[in-house]
């Protein structure tokens, strides 16, 4: 008999319940420090003088402003529903992309303690909502570390490419799910994958349009959270859905290749919340980076691999509106504040940000087995409850 996985109706998204989590990695390392501008600290433009910002949104407190190129943003925040958090990071010394990656989506500060990935130690030890299939998602194309260790989580490269093509649905899906019976090597991972594509082509998720006027660039970042959208309206039972975005290791050049980057990343992010409208108070968005980049600039007109870093939090249910750490407890960037004589010192450990959001936004009652060893704060008024 081949292996069979209920589908049971997805839950309207209401401010009350469990909110569907949107993580966005920036891989490559995202210049923080040029894209919330701490302008009110003196030394910002003696350290970059020649790749300061000089004309940045003013935020928050007469001290942070928004890079030009997140000008769209400035409404969110306003609005209440974007939050952002500079100096964080986890604490390891890393300036490894891979390493710093893997401890990052770890939730981990040594390479020793790496097993699964934090969000999937958080599936692993909580309810399901559904028995979907799609519980889990990654579109990129393949699961995330971050994901490992939750039951069968599905990577996706394009919601249309998805399945076998015109053999979807057909016998041959059938002949398939005969073959990786029970006891068949691979057989569950099999069967989870031919039931999401039998839950994905009753969804039909390529029939939400985007609504409320809402225009996505034509990109990568642009393509994904479009179709993350769509999967959200499609009542799959998705409950965390990965996004990776490449190309921010701007070793050189960074005025040119940050706005450029920065400029899709506002756009996109604009554009998934006037897409999603109401449907947002069921949902969260975090943006975040495996480190930081140095304070001083380069002789290339870039900066190199750091520590501090900076993370956006997007949703209905953030306390948004406001910009941690307040000016006055920047950690500041005179030579003797910097950590290692080089970098922005982290003031917010990432896991804070993730526990509380965990308790607050995804029904957790101890997040101390998913983020084992970690002591730190679980509530930085980042959340709504």
Same mark, same amino acid.
């Given at each position: 008999?081949?292996?069979?996985?209920?589908?049971?109706?997805?839950?309207?998204?209401?401010?009350?319940?469990?909110?569907?989590?949107?993580?966005?990695?920036?891989?490559?390392?995202?210049?923080?420090?040029?894209?919330?501008?701490?302008?009110?600290?003196?030394?910002?433009?003696?350290?970059?003088?020649?790749?300061?910002?000089?004309?940045?949104?003013?935020?928050?407190?007469?001290?942070?402003?928004?890079?030009?190129?997140?000008?769209?943003?400035?409404?969110?925040?306003?609005?209440?529903?974007?939050?952002?958090?500079?100096?964080?990071?986890?604490?390891?010394?890393?300036?490894?992309?891979?390493?710093?990656?893997?401890?990052?989506?770890?939730?981990?500060?040594?390479?020793?303690?790496?097993?699964?990935?934090?969000?999937?130690?958080?599936?692993?030890?909580?309810?399901?909502?559904?028995?979907?299939?799609?519980?889990?998602?990654?579109?990129?194309?393949?699961?995330?570390?971050?994901?490992?260790?939750?039951?069968?989580?599905?990577?996706?490269?394009?919601? &249309?490419? !998805?399945?076998? *093509?015109?053999?979807? %649905? @057909?016998?041959?899906?059938?002949? $398939?799910?005969?073959?990786?019976?029970? /006891?068949?090597?691979?057989?569950?991972?099999?069967?989870?994958?031919?039931?999401?594509?039998?839950?994905?082509?009753?969804?039909?998720?390529?029939?939400?349009?985007?609504?409320?006027?809402?225009?996505?660039?034509?990109?990568?970042?642009?393509?994904?959270?479009?179709?993350?959208?769509?999967?959200?309206?499609?009542?799959?039972?998705?409950?965390?859905?990965?996004?990776?975005?490449?190309?921010?290791?701007?070793?050189?050049?960074?005025?040119?290749?940050?706005?450029?980057?920065?400029?899709?990343?506002?756009?996109?992010?604009?554009?998934?919340?006037?897409?999603?409208?109401?449907?947002?108070?069921?949902?969260?968005?975090?943006?975040?980076?495996?480190?930081?980049?140095?304070?001083? &600039?380069? !002789?290339?007109? *870039?900066?190199?691999? %750091? @520590?501090?870093?900076?993370?956006? $939090?997007?949703?209905?249910?953030?306390? /948004?509106?406001?910009?941690?750490?307040?000016?006055?407890?920047?950690?500041?960037?005179?030579?003797?504040?910097?950590?290692?004589?080089?970098?922005?010192?982290?003031?917010?450990?990432?896991?804070?940000?993730?526990?509380?959001?965990?308790?607050?936004?995804?029904?957790?009652?101890?997040?101390?087995?998913?983020?084992?060893?970690?002591?730190?704060?679980?509530?930085?008024?980042?959340?709504?409850?």
């Amino acid at each position: 008999m081949p292996f069979v996985r209920q589908t049971l109706p997805a839950p309207e998204l209401v401010y009350d319940q469990q909110d569907v989590l949107v993580c966005i990695f920036q891989r490559g390392a995202a210049d923080g420090i040029n894209s919330l501008v701490p302008y009110g600290d003196p030394n910002y433009l003696l350290q970059r003088p020649n790749i300061g910002i000089t004309n940045s949104i003013d935020l928050a407190e007469s001290f942070y402003g928004l890079h030009p190129a997140l000008a769209s943003l400035q409404s969110i925040y306003n609005a209440g529903d974007l939050a952002l958090v500079h100096a964080t990071g986890i604490p390891h010394d890393s300036r490894s992309h891979f390493d710093a990656q893997n401890l990052v989506e770890g939730g981990v500060i040594n390479k020793t303690e790496l097993d699964v990935g934090w969000i999937g130690r958080h599936l692993a030890s909580s309810q399901a909502m559904t028995n979907s299939a799609f519980r889990a998602a990654s579109i990129s194309g393949n699961v995330p570390f971050s994901l490992t260790g939750a039951d069968e989580p599905i990577a996706i490269e394009a919601i &249309e490419g !998805f399945g076998l *093509g015109e053999l979807t %649905g @057909t016998s041959y899906q059938e002949l $398939l799910s005969d073959w990786f019976e029970p /006891g068949v090597p691979f057989s569950d991972t099999a069967q989870a994958s031919i039931q999401a594509m039998d839950e994905l082509l009753q969804a039909n998720p390529g029939q939400f349009t985007p609504q409320n006027g809402a225009s996505y660039p034509q990109s990568e970042l642009g393509n994904k959270l479009r179709q993350t959208g769509q999967m959200i309206r499609s009542s799959l039972g998705t409950e965390v859905i990965c996004v990776d975005v490449g190309g921010w290791d701007h070793h050189e050049n960074l005025p040119f290749y940050l706005d450029a980057s920065l400029s899709d990343l506002a756009a996109c992010l604009e554009a998934f919340y006037i897409d999603m409208g109401t449907l947002m108070q069921g949902i969260t968005v975090v943006v975040h980076t495996e480190f930081g980049r140095r304070v001083g &600039e380069n !002789f290339s007109s *870039g900066t190199d691999h %750091g @520590t501090g870093g900076l993370a956006y $939090l997007m949703g209905g249910g953030v306390n /948004g509106g406001q910009v941690l750490p307040a000016a006055a407890n920047w950690p500041g960037l005179a030579d003797q504040d910097l950590y290692m004589g080089e970098d922005l010192a982290i003031t917010t450990d990432l896991r804070s940000i993730f526990s509380e959001l965990l308790i607050k936004r995804l029904g957790r009652i101890d997040v101390s087995d998913v983020f084992p060893g970690f002591s730190g704060p679980t509530d930085l008024s980042l959340f709504l409850n």
